[in-house]
């Protein structure tokens, strides 16, 4: 065993350009409001944006087929949703089990990976293709191997959510702080006390952001696989909508999809603010 | 405290040498140190930066191996961390997920054992840090930050606390501060302590002896007695016997350094700053 020369840069981790959950700039940006007057500022932009559209859509007397108003989108919303509904059951079902699936299988990689660099330098081209490679591209394959059901779509959504987590895990899993290994050392902590005391909650800001993007892709890729065949999710009623051309629901999925893509990150926002406060 | 009294020191240095194996090549940071370390005794380790101080208090903590040589506590040979040996590192190292409860409580949960909450408490209120064990590093001055990990090390009861470099990063008053804390803890517990510092001033101040390292390779190039009573109150500092032993380890240190050609260089720059 060699040792390495104690170091303590004056960059302390943490500090400085990293990315975590907390001080993406969307973040730092977003939530936090301040009072009363910020509240009702926001809502009147809002107000003011979503007005607009909508008076200059009538207006200018824009067909329904070219860009519905807003009204008429929520109102086709609040009407057809016991149709969609179970449609948006399907698509939350691939996308829970093929994230769920993903999530596990990169964040095991991540840490079993970096704990081992020279494997690591093998595994990286790969990982990194997979992360680069629309995995919509191989939904056409997927299906003609595994049918319409749900299998190839939650194959698809696995493999564009994995990637995502790992490589984000395996940067956090990265982040070495000697000093603190050392301290943990100091008092005999076994190899694994080490990994789960010192060097998961190290890399717990980072494997967050892995797998809000992982969430987020997953999402995109379980929508986009809908699309591309199959019978059923929110994805086929795009398609469906779009080719009856009844533009306020398929603005109304599209209204769906965008707050079902929100709750994720908010949901990963406050369990970041929860637990990986410390960070920021 | 007088070294006829102890003919076994506690914690005891033989020979250390640690070779660095770096990718430009080996780097030797320690050379034959060898040196004992008495029970309730403090002393310090000064020497230029890069001498292999902390690499000499990773090895006594047994963190790090020796390339050859030995450290013997009570003894007996360590091959590994210690429980009876306790460290404070530089920049209070506390785990910034943790509130300070749980980071005293970490070398509990790495031993598996209960953490003695009346020691620990004691311990904090020596200090001056009770009401805080909710709060989180961050939310801490640096002092208290250090005072903590100062609790943490103490926790365990450790007989040989080793401290590198650990107000390093501190004001100069709060550094005061802490050494005067230090000196209180000592005279209560009466630890055992080695204590890396850059500071002559703060060595002379807590130390019984002051080892002075030489620059790399690191050896033991002088060793100093501080024969002054303690507690050493500011007009003890103030002496001349204080001043002249500040004097003669930082002549030791920086001697060689402080050449004429550095005060003609040096005076060179003031006149073209002038001009």
């Not at chain 1, 959510?161 to 982040?175: S, W």
């Not at chain 2, 020691?119 to 939310?139: C, M, N, S, Y």
Request: charged share 20%; net charge neutral; hydrophobic share 50%.
């Amino acid at each position: 065993m060699s040792d390495a020369i104690p170091e303590f840069s004056k960059a302390k981790a943490g500090e400085g350009h990293e990315v975590g959950l907390t001080n993406l700039s969307a973040f730092a940006s977003g939530p936090g409001i301040q009072s009363g007057k910020e509240v009702a500022a926001i809502i009147a932009v809002a107000v003011i944006i979503i007005g607009g559209i909508e008076l200059a859509l009538r207006l200018f007397q824009v067909p329904l087929y070219i860009m519905p108003p807003p009204s008429s989108i929520v109102y086709a919303l609040w009407d057809e949703f016991p149709l969609i509904a179970p449609h948006l059951g399907y698509t939350l079902v691939e996308l829970l089990s093929g994230f769920a699936i993903g999530a596990v299988v990169g964040l095991v990689l991540a840490a079993v990976i970096t704990q081992f660099p020279f494997a690591e330098k093998i595994v990286a081209p790969y990982i990194l293709l997979l992360v680069t490679t629309p995995m919509l591209a191989l939904v056409p394959l997927l299906i003609l191997r595994f049918g319409f059901g749900y299998t190839p779509r939650i194959i698809a959504v696995a493999l564009a959510a994995g990637p995502m987590v790992m490589i984000n895990a395996a940067t956090g899993f990265r982040r070495v702080d000697s000093a603190k290994i050392a301290l943990a050392r100091s008092y005999g902590a076994s190899t694994l006390q080490i990994f789960w005391k010192i060097r998961a909650p190290m890399a717990l800001p980072m494997i967050l952001v892995g797998l809000m993007i992982g969430a987020i892709f997953g999402l995109l890729t379980a929508v986009g696989a809908e699309m591309v065949g199959g019978g059923f999710g929110l994805g086929n009623r795009l398609t469906t909508y779009s080719s009856m051309i009844q533009m306020p629901q398929f603005f109304a999925v599209v209204l769906l999809l965008s707050t079902l893509g929100i709750l994720i990150y908010v949901l990963f926002f406050l369990i970041g603010k929860k637990w990986a406060s410390w960070e920021a | 405290m007088n070294l006829a009294d102890a003919p076994t020191p506690k914690l005891g240095v033989q020979a250390a040498s640690k070779v660095y194996h770096t990718a430009s090549g080996d780097l030797l940071a320690l050379d034959r140190c060898s040196l004992d370390v008495n029970a309730n005794e403090i002393v310090s380790i000064v020497g230029p930066s890069g001498c292999g101080k902390t690499t000499l208090l990773w090895s006594m903590s047994g963190l790090h191996r020796l390339s050859s040589g030995e450290i013997r506590l009570d003894g007996v040979k360590i091959s590994g961390p210690h429980p009876d040996i306790g460290i404070v590192f530089q920049e209070a190292n506390l785990l910034p997920w943790r509130n300070l409860d749980a980071n005293i409580r970490f070398p509990f949960e790495i031993k598996g054992e209960k953490p003695d909450r009346a020691w620990i408490a004691h311990l904090l209120a020596r200090v001056g840090l009770d009401g805080f064990g909710g709060k989180f590093p961050r939310e801490l001055s640096g002092g208290m930050q250090q005072r903590a990990a100062i609790v943490r090390a103490l926790a365990l009861k450790p007989s040989v606390l080793l401290m590198d470099e650990p107000f390093g990063a501190l004001d100069s008053f709060t550094r005061e501060e802490m050494n005067r804390l230090v000196e209180e803890i000592w005279l209560d517990t009466k630890t055992t302590i080695v204590f890396i510092t850059h500071s002559i001033e703060e060595a002379i101040f807590l130390s019984d002896r002051v080892v002075v390292l030489s620059g790399r390779p690191g050896r033991v190039a002088k060793e100093y007695r501080v024969p002054f009573p303690r507690p050493r109150s500011l007009e003890i500092m103030a002496t001349k016997e204080v001043f002249d032993l500040t004097n003669r380890i930082k002549m030791d240190i920086v001697g060689e350094r402080a050449t004429p050609k550095a005060a003609e260089r040096a005076g060179a720059e003031i006149v073209r700053i002038r001009s």
